[in-house]
C-alpha cells in the first residue's frame, strides 16, 4: 500500500502499522506496536481523537480527521486519519482500522495562501490609493475603502455602475480614452477630476492595466493617488515664487544663489551695485570672480555644502572698489543633491562706525566712574593709615602701639581686598580658593557690618549648627555677603524699622534645580539668602543689575560705580555655584546664593612668630629681585627675620650679573615679573641660556593669566607669589618650597 494502514485495540493501542505508518512515525514497526494515541498527541488534541473514535464505535460510521501528532524528536506533523471499526470473525468489533497520510506540507501551503490572501485582502482595502476593479466593460466589481472615502459614495452604491459615475462632467472623454489604452494593453497615466456625492472635486493621478486568463479579459484595475493638494500646492509655489522673486529684487541686502561648483545661478539688483556690474554678467561666472575679497569665501562655501550647517562671518569686506562692511551668512540649499548655497550680505556700516563712537564714550564714562570710585575708597585708606602712623609716631605707649600696628595690617589688608575686587572682576586676579567655614565667614561679616550698618536697621544672622565648607577663596565670599548686605542696606535707606536677615540652609540639588539655577552639577549645596524689606525692584532693573557699571543710585557722592553686583555674579559663577533675585518694587528683595559643600575640609592652624621663624628651615641664601626700592627692603627684612641670609637686584640686568659673579651662589630667587629693562619673563630665558639652574619663586601684582602662555611651563619655577604678600603668606610658600 502507498498510504499508512493501521490497527488498534479498542484502548487506543496500536497492534499493527505498517511501513508508511513508522516512516510517517520516524520508528521502527515493532516500537509503534504497543504505543496509544494519548503518547503522541497533546491533552486537548487526545481528547477531541477519542471523541471522534468514540462516535465511530457507536455509530459504526467510518470519519476521517486531521490532527498534530508529536515525534519522540519534538517536531510536529499533521497528518489525516481515515477510521473504521475493526470487527472479528464473529462479527464483534474488536478495535479500529484505517488509513494514515501526512499532510503536513499540504497544510503549510494552506495556511501560507489563506496569510497570503488575508495579507492581500488587508493591503487592497487599507492601501492609501484608491482601487477599482472592473469588467472590460468599466461596470465596477471591487473598490476599496479610500474609494468610498474620498468619493462619498458607499461599496453598495457603486458596485455594478460605471465607473463613469464619479466622472468629473468635463473629464467624460478622458476617462474613455484613458480606457481605451489600458484595452490596447498600454500602462496609461493620466491626470483625471473626480465628482465626489456631494459634488467636490478631486486631482486624481491614475493608472491602470488589463488581468487577463487564456487570452480573455478578467478584469480592469484601476489605481489613483489624490493629488488634489499637489496640485492646489503648485499654484501656490507658483505664487510664492512670484512674490519670492519679488522680495529677493527689492532686498537691501546682497543676495547670491551658487550652484554646487560655486557659479553664480541669481543674484538680486543691490549685488550688482555693491560690485558695480550688471546682474546678467554675473550669472553663470565664478564667486571668486567678483573680487578678490570674494575669492576668499571658496572654502567658506565647500564647507558650508560638505557639512550642511550654515556660516555666520562677522566685519567682512568684499569688494576692492568699496570700504563697506558686512555681516555674511552662507546657508545650504535644501537638497543635498544638487547642493548649491545661499550667499547673503547686510551692510553695516553705518552700525559699526556708531559701534566704535559707542564704546569709545563708554569708555570715557567707565573711566570717570572707577577713578571717582576707586579714589574715593583708597582716601579713606590712605586716611587710615596717615592717622595711625601719625599716632604710632607721637605715642609711647606699647599697649596703644600694638593697638595702631593691628589697625594697619586690616587698614592694609582692606586696601589689598579693593584691589582683588577690581581684579577679579577684570579677570586679572582668581583668589587662592580653599576649604573655608561658612559659619566662619558669617560671623566675620556680621562683625564688620554691625558698625557700619544705621540703627534704623536691624540685621540677623542664624547660627548654624551644621560646619560645612565650599571651596573658594574667603575675601571673596565675604565680599559677596558685604556687597548684598551693602545693597540692601542702601535699598533701606533711612526707612524706620528696617531688617536685613540672612538665611542658611543646606539643599540637595536635582537636575530640575541645576537646570533652574543653571548649575553646573548636582549634589549637595550651601544655599545662603540675603533678605531686605527695602524699596524693591523692577521687573526691567532686575534684568540689567548683574551687568558691569549698572548702578540705581543717585548721582553725587553716594554714586556707586556699578561693579558689587557684577563682581558678586562672577565670583559666585567661578566658585561653581550661582545667584539668582527676587524682588517686588515696595516690599524689598531676597538674593539667593547656591554655593556647592566641599567634600574634605582643610584643617588651619594660625601661624605665630615662632612658627615663622622657624617654618623656612632649613636656612637658606635668597636673591631677591624688584624694581621697587620699599618692596626690596621690606622683603629683605622679612626673610631676615624668618633667618635666611638675602641679598637683592633692582631689574634682570643685575639679577644676571650677580647669579654670575657670585661665588657663594644662592638656593632661590624670589623674581619680580614686571620691571623695567629686562623684565623678569626675558630674565628666566636668558637663565636657561646660560645654563644657571637656581630654583625661582615668580612674584607679580597680578594674577599669573596675564604672563605668556609659555611662562608657567618654565623648568626653573617652582612656585608662584602672588601681591601684595605678608610675612605668612610668605612665609608659607618658602615652606612649601624648601620642605
Request: aromatic share 6%; charged share 25%; net charge negative.
Amino acid at each position: 500500500m502507498q498510504e499508512g494502514y493501521y490497527e488498534i485495540d479498542l484502548t487506543g493501542t496500536f497492534t499493527y502499522a505498517n511501513k508508511i505508518v513508522s516512516r510517517i512515525a520516524e520508528l521502527p514497526t515493532e516500537e509503534i506496536i504497543g504505543v496509544n494515541f494519548r503518547d503522541y498527541t497533546t491533552g486537548h488534541t487526545a481528547k477531541r481523537i477519542f471523541n471522534i473514535f468514540n462516535s465511530v464505535f457507536m455509530t459504526g460510521i467510518p470519519q476521517r480527521v486531521e490532527y498534530e501528532i508529536i515525534l519522540r524528536n519534538g517536531t510536529t506533523k499533521v497528518i489525516e486519519n481515515s477510521i473504521s471499526l475493526l470487527k472479528d470473525t464473529a462479527g464483534q468489533t474488536v478495535g479500529f482500522c484505517g488509513l494514515v497520510t501526512e499532510i503536513t506540507k499540504r497544510k503549510r501551503l494552506e495556511e501560507q495562501l489563506r496569510e497570503n490572501r488575508e495579507r492581500f485582502e488587508a493591503l487592497f482595502e487599507n492601501a492609501n490609493e484608491l482601487i477599482i476593479t472592473t469588467d472590460e466593460n468599466g461596470y465596477i466589481k471591487r473598490l476599496n475603502k479610500k474609494v468610498e472615502e474620498i468619493s462619498g459614495y458607499s461599496r453598495k452604491e457603486l458596485i455594478g455602475k460605471s465607473i463613469l459615475l464619479i466622472a468629473h462632467p468635463d473629464d467624460r472623454d478622458l476617462y474613455i480614452e484613458f480606457w481605451k489604452e489600458i484595452l490596447a494593453g498600454k500602462t496609461p497615466r493620466f491626470e483625471l477630476r473626480a465628482m465626489a456625492s456631494q459634488g467636490e472635486t478631486e486631482y486624481l493621478l491614475a493608472s491602470g492595466s488589463v488581468v487577463k486568463k487564456g487570452g480573455r479579459i478578467l478584469e480592469i484595475q484601476y489605481n489613483a493617488q489624490v493629488i488634489s493638494d499637489l496640485k492646489n500646492a503648485q499654484h501656490t509655489i507658483e505664487d510664492l515664487k512670484n512674490h519670492l522673486n519679488s522680495i529677493i529684487e527689492s532686498s537691501p541686502n546682497m543676495i547670491i544663489c551658487l550652484e554646487r561648483n560655486g557659479t553664480v545661478q541669481m543674484a538680486n539688483p543691490i549685488t550688482g551695485r555693491i560690485f558695480q556690474r550688471s546682474v546678467s554678467s554675473l550669472i553663470g561666472n565664478s564667486i571668486s570672480s567678483l573680487s578678490t575679497q570674494m575669492s576668499g569665501f571658496d572654502k567658506v562655501i565647500q564647507e558650508v555644502q560638505l557639512n550642511r550647517t550654515p556660516q555666520f562671518l562677522h566685519e567682512q569686506t568684499l569688494s576692492d572698489i568699496s570700504n563697506q562692511i558686512f555681516d555674511v551668512s552662507i546657508y545650504p540649499l535644501m537638497n543635498p543633491e544638487h547642493g548649491g548655497v545661499v550667499f547673503t550680505a547686510v551692510d553695516i556700516t553705518e552700525k559699526k562706525h556708531m559701534e566704535i563712537q559707542l564704546i569709545h564714550a563708554q569708555k570715557m564714562e567707565t573711566i570717570g566712574e572707577l577713578a571717582g570710585g576707586v579714589a574715593h575708597d583708597f582716601n579713606n585708606i590712605l586716611t587710615g593709615i596717615s592717622g595711625n602712623l601719625s599716632m604710632l609716631k607721637y605715642t609711647s605707649d606699647r599697649g596703644k602701639q600694638a593697638t595702631y600696628i593691628e589697625t594697619l595690617e586690616k587698614i592694609t589688608d582692606r586696601a589689598r581686598d579693593l584691589i582683588q575686587q577690581m581684579l577679579v572682576f577684570t579677570k586679572r586676579n582668581e583668589g587662592k580658593p580653599r576649604n573655608i567655614s561658612i559659619q566662619h565667614v558669617l560671623r566675620e561679616v556680621l562683625d564688620m557690618v554691625s558698625k557700619s550698618i544705621p540703627k534704623n536697621i536691624s540685621i540677623s544672622i542664624p547660627d548654624i549648627d551644621e560646619k560645612h565648607s565650599v571651596y573658594m577663596d574667603q575675601t571673596q565670599l565675604t565680599q559677596v555677603l558685604l556687597n548684598l548686605i551693602v545693597n540692601a542696606k542702601d535699598a533701606i535707606d533711612n526707612d524706620q524699622n528696617g531688617h536685613i536677615s540672612l538665611e542658611v540652609q543646606t539643599i540637595s540639588v536635582g537636575n530640575e534645580i541645576k537646570r533652574q539655577y543653571l548649575l553646573g552639577s548636582t549634589g549637595r549645596y550651601i544655599r545662603i539668602d540675603v533678605v531686605d524689606n527695602g524699596c524693591g525692584m523692577s521687573t526691567e532693573i532686575i534684568s540689567k543689575i548683574f551687568d558691569p557699571f549698572f548702578s540705581t543710585k543717585q548721582k553725587g557722592a553716594n554714586k556707586g560705580t556699578g561693579l558689587g553686583l557684577s563682581i558678586t555674579y562672577n565670583i559666585v559663577k567661578n566658585a561653581g555655584g550661582s545667584i539668582q533675585v527676587q524682588s517686588e518694587e515696595g516690599k524689598g528683595s531676597r538674593f539667593s546664593i547656591l554655593l556647592p559643600i566641599s567634600k574634605t575640609r582643610d584643617s588651619i592652624k594660625p601661624a605665630c612668630d615662632a612658627d615663622i621663624r622657624n617654618a623656612a628651615a632649613p636656612k637658606v641664601r635668597v636673591l631677591l629681585v624688584d624694581d621697587e626700592d620699599m618692596l626690596r627692603d621690606i622683603g629683605k627684612e622679612m626673610l631676615e627675620f624668618m633667618g635666611h641670609e638675602v641679598d637683592t637686584a633692582p631689574d634682570g640686568h643685575a639679577c644676571l650679573e650677580k647669579l654670575s659673579t657670585d661665588t657663594r651662589g644662592f638656593d632661590l630667587i624670589i623674581l619680580d615679573m614686571i620691571m623695567p629693562g629686562l623684565d623678569g619673563y626675558h630674565t628666566l630665558h636668558e637663565m636657561q641660556r646660560i645654563g644657571i639652574d637656581t630654583k625661582v619663586i615668580v612674584s607679580s601684582g597680578f594674577s599669573f593669566e596675564h604672563e605668556k602662555n609659555d611662562i608657567l611651563k618654565n623648568p626653573l619655577i617652582v612656585a608662584q607669589l602672588n601681591k601684595p604678600f605678608n610675612m605668612d603668606e610668605l612665609s608659607a610658600v618658602l615652606t612649601e618650597v624648601l620642605s
